[in-house]
């Protein structure tokens, strides 16, 4: 079904605000389209690539920039529904597809005309009156063709593409390890087995339960919203023993056993650095980073670590002290961590996380995230019931900017599923961009939040936790909504790893604000509380999220990780001196971030983002007005709507008139006395 006439895939979409055609989507056709579209962007490039006049920026780069449309169109579209809505028809052909787009790729970043044609405009760039986002993408463009092999030998390069097919099939086998290892555990509880639960978990439970033939038991599954709630709430420490090991323990062992998987990934990700004449892949991975090298990175990090584990150390022993009174007679276990910390906010600052929970309905935090960015920067988002979405919890929103007319498309998929991968994203069906005439964006978010039972799933209550994980996807969300500009490849999120989550990051802080929380009628008591136990558990969350952090750059400067990658693990767990009662927040077996994702070697990005996002969030405190306008006005425009025309550093330079300030974060964790 090659014929655009008859494959609804490759024709244009041709919805409101540009929607997908959801409804004609059928995973059969998905091959034959990208077969098709991928060979009509190779006639594309081989256009480009042969032409005879000299290459300038607008007969390479530009066109470049303008080829391949179909392609990414069908490519999106499919990723989007694999991680969302991944039946098992699209499941059966995601290697299929990863291979067929990973020689794709090769071909042409490995065409030699081609990368001689782009090799001649960078070398002309400062002479030829382009404009700044101009030559920046020229020189990510000779970077990118760089990186990707086209400047080795012919017997290189077919090693280069032979590492880059088996790595795209190991991430799949990865990722679907990952699935099938969390789908396939409950934890099947009685009523009598809830002790301590809150009322909305035992709602979502029962849920699950039924919807799974049990009607009457309930369903406590691997996704993590159901286990850090679990763990923080129930008072049977054998059950919370029981999931943890289920939680911790997918895909090390057993038929999805994914250390093999992850040794041959290190293997090959070192082979191709090197083949590159890079170090190891984490240099490779940093070239493009704010960042730049690993060991800007790990300085941030080690800042970070050793006061945190103090911190830690000082939590344990509250903690255990805590265990020691009730004369439980053990020692304090990762099972038991969430749990006592939660007496402790509940006596030290009255803060009662259930009883947050209950102001904190989805649909209400949903309309909040919205209420900010109207008070932000001007938007206004509107449900349109008439576009339909890849799944019927699946809402569209029209966008608009009350002083510019319309923005851009939103869907939000906030319900967990089977058929979804775990965590939360934000991604983009279609970027904007403005090379012939703007094109308004098309932006989804997906959460995993456990749902109440139908038909009033709006009802689902949210951990304040959760709320935050809302408004950071929100936070990627307006980056994509917000962006200006002309090029494809520059648009939105299409920045640094290190830069992308900080605007997301940002986001965050609106949610456990006193003006938005009072919104959901939450009382003055429980805001301050929130507010007074805000720097609590800084240590185990520093530790678990900076473990992870330095062990993602550790396996991926050592050579030798891969030999033994569960030992070289542990061991350097123990030099780290990593609190056993705390651990990391994703252990290898299923850390799809670095293995089934974009962020191997990048794990850092989240402290390296939030240390931005503290320094501006102080700005907006220090100016009398978290909602300030003027500041506002000056994010959107210096960070929101530039996308990657410019160096990040230049972009928060020009917004807060400074560099960034190395100890914001210390302060927003409150580690700077520890």
């Known amino acids: 079904m090659n014929d655009p006439l008859t494959n609804p895939l490759l024709r244009p979409w041709d919805g409101p605000l540009g929607a997908p055609p959801f409804a004609q989507v059928r995973a059969e056709d998905f091959l034959p389209a990208f077969e098709a579209a991928a060979a009509w962007h190779r006639a594309e490039v081989a256009g480009i690539a042969g032409q005879t006049e000299a290459a300038t920026f607008e007969n390479t780069i530009a066109a ?59 070398a002309s760039r400062h002479a030829a009156g382009l404009t700044p986002a101009q030559v920046r993408l020229v020189e990510a ?56 639960l809150p009322p909305s978990q035992c709602d979502a439970a029962a849920a699950r339960a039924a919807a799974a033939g049990a009607p009457g038991r309930f369903h406590v599954s691997l996704d993590r919203t159901d286990y850090e709630s679990f763990l923080g709430f129930s008072q049977r420490r054998d059950l919370r023993e029981k999931l943890w090991r289920a939680f911790t323990e997918r895909c090390d062992g ?145 966008v608009r900017d009350e002083g510019a007319g319309p923005v851009g498309l939103l869907f939000t998929d906030y319900l967990a599923r089977p058929e979804k991968h775990g965590g939360a994203w934000m991604g983009s069906l279609r970027v904007q961009e403005s090379m012939d005439g703007e094109v308004l964006p098309v932006i989804y978010l997906v959460a995993n939040f456990a749902g109440a039972p139908p038909p009033d799933t709006g009802a689902t209550r949210l951990s304040i936790d959760e709320a935050r994980t809302l408004f950071h996807e929100f936070g990627h969300a307006l980056h994509g909504l917000l962006s200006r500009v002309t090029y494809p490849s520059q648009s939105g999120t299409a920045v640094a790893r290190d830069f992308v989550e900080f605007p997301s990051k940002l986001m965050e802080n609106w949610i456990v604000s006193g003006e938005v929380l009072s919104g959901f009628g939450v009382p003055d008591a429980l805001i301050t509380a929130i507010r007074n136990a805000a720097s609590y558990g800084q240590g185990f969350a520093t530790v678990e999220l900076i473990g992870c952090s330095l062990i993602d750059l550790a396996v991926h400067g050592s050579p030798q990780a891969a030999a033994d990658p569960r030992a070289f693990v542990e061991a350097e767990l123990e030099r780290l001196g990593m609190p056993p009662a705390v651990g990391l927040r994703h252990r290898f077996p299923y850390f799809t971030h670095i293995f089934d994702g974009g962020y191997a070697s990048a794990y850092y990005s989240y402290a390296w983002s939030e240390a931005l996002d503290a320094d501006v969030f102080e700005a907006f405190v220090a100016s009398g007005d978290i909602f300030d306008a003027r500041l506002a006005k000056r994010f959107r425009e210096e960070i929101l709507s530039v996308g990657d025309t410019r160096d990040p550093m230049e972009s928060f330079t020009a917004l807060l008139g400074r560099p960034p300030d190395p100890k914001a974060l210390m302060r927003a964790r409150d580690l700077v006395d520890v």
């Open 64 to 122: 470049l920039e303008r080829s391949g449309e179909v392609l990414g169109r069908v490519r999106r579209l499919f990723w989007t529904l694999s991680s969302a809505q991944g039946t098992a028809a699209v499941r059966a052909i995601e290697g299929k597809v990863s291979a067929l787009l990973s020689a794709h790729s090769i071909a042409i970043n490995h065409d030699s005309a081609l990368a001689a044609r782009i090799a001649a405009v960078h």
């Open 141 to 196: 463009s000779y970077a990118g063709a760089r990186r990707t092999g086209a400047a080795l030998r012919p017997e290189q390069k077919v090693r280069f593409a032979e590492i880059d097919a088996r790595l795209s099939a190991l991430s799949v086998q990865f990722g679907h390890n990952v699935l099938a290892a969390t789908a396939d555990w409950v934890l099947d509880l009685g009523a009598d087995d809830l002790d301590g």
């Open 254 to 398: 057993g038929a999805q056993d994914n250390w093999p998987v992850i040794a041959e990934i290190l293997t090959l990700r070192h082979e191709r650095a090197t083949l590159l004449g890079y170090a190891d892949h984490a240099h490779y991975a940093l070239e493009d980073s704010m960042a730049h090298m690993p060991a800007a990175a790990l300085d941030l990090l080690q800042q970070l670590w050793e006061p945190g584990k103090r911190r830690a150390a000082d939590e344990a022993a509250e903690l255990q002290a805590l265990i020691d009174a009730e004369g439980s007679g053990f020692n304090l276990a990762p099972w038991d961590w969430r749990f006592y910390a939660e007496q402790v906010r509940r006596s030290r600052y009255a803060l009662d996380g259930a009883a947050v929970a209950q102001h904190l309905r989805l649909d209400a935090v949903r309309q909040a995230a919205f209420d900010t960015a109207a008070r932000l920067y001007g938007l206004s988002f509107t449900r349109r019931a008439d576009i339909p979405g890849y799944h019927p919890d699946v809402w569209a929103w029209e």
